[in-house]
């Protein structure tokens, strides 16, 4: 499959849980996936049924995310959760697509997993986020049928140019660490990789926001920027424009806000948290902000 198509079957247990679940789905559909998604595909007048049934019936595969709350529903049958457990149960007697389904554990403390219908299935464990790479390039390789592939290989001649390529494939599946697909949130990185970008927002309110190294509790914020010194607190819309946007590049303090400019004109406001340098006796470059994007909400 070039584009696989996947439908992600999940029950709405808080905001931060569908924050997760749309993240995954920006990551995936980034990779060549076409994910499926309510948060995109369900517009207000739609008919939930319909969606659920077509859904399940075009996808190549069903991805469900077995929070402890969606493991419930699909048991005892009830919400969309139940109805789309229902919907995949019958698929699989069926037609015996025993590899339809593929279970992502994520929030589930209790002991059943996955729903009982799906019997002893495996499944991918998402509940540590520091191993999220891991298993999402562990999902990927399942999605395209590259899971098949583990039994080693010969051995190749190390000069050739296959270590640059496998290199290539894993630099770009780790951006997905430095992506947070929501309109607002707050997030914490290594600004000594991925070139010190961190993206934010998506379609046309996709930011990349570009940081280097100063010290302890500052850092350098660079690209189509605005600035207003001591500015500590979240402007609303109209006080844009009271920014400086004369300089590409801005030391910006704990505390302080700076304004990024896409290329649609869009604007988003960044609040600067903590920041970690190595220079300055640190483990690690870590830095963390807040984010806000206008013109969305």
Request: charge should be negative; glycine fraction near 8%.
């Amino acid at each position: 499959m070039s584009n696989p198509t996947v439908f992600i079957s999940y029950s709405h247990d808080n905001e931060q849980h569908k924050t997760w679940v749309l993240k995954l789905a920006t990551d995936l559909r980034s990779h060549g996936v076409n994910a499926i998604l309510d948060q995109w595909d369900l517009r207000i007048g739609s008919d939930l049924r319909f969606f659920m049934e077509n859904g399940l019936s075009t996808a190549n595969l069903v991805l469900c995310i077995c929070s402890e709350e969606y493991v419930r529903k699909v048991n005892s049958g009830s919400g969309g959760s139940g109805y789309e457990g229902m919907i995949m149960t019958q698929s699989l007697l069926q037609n015996a697509k025993t590899e339809f389904v593929i279970s992502i554990v994520r929030n589930n403390s209790s002991p059943n997993k996955v729903p009982l219908a799906f019997g002893s299935k495996l499944y991918i464990d998402f509940s540590n986020d520091e191993q999220y790479v891991v298993h999402y390039q562990e999902l990927l390789e399942r999605i395209y049928g590259e899971d098949t592939k583990k039994k080693p290989p010969l051995g190749t001649n190390p000069f050739s140019s296959e270590i640059s390529r496998q290199i290539e494939v894993n630099t770009r599946i780790e951006t997905v660490k430095y992506h947070s697909p929501a309109m607002r949130g707050k997030v914490t990185f290594y600004f000594d990789n991925n070139n010190g970008v961190y993206t934010i927002g998506s379609g046309e309110y996709l930011f990349e926001t570009h940081w280097n190294r100063s010290d302890n509790n500052s850092i350098y914020a660079s690209g189509r920027i605005g600035f207003k010194d001591g500015e500590h607190e979240f402007p609303n819309v109209e006080e844009l424009c009271t920014y400086n946007y004369s300089s590409a590049c801005r030391t910006i303090h704990t505390g302080e806000v700076v304004i990024f400019e896409n290329k649609h004109r869009h604007f988003a406001a960044v609040k600067l948290g903590e920041v970690k340098s190595r220079n300055h006796g640190n483990p690690c470059d870590e830095m963390t902000f807040e984010y806000r994007i206008y013109g969305v909400e």
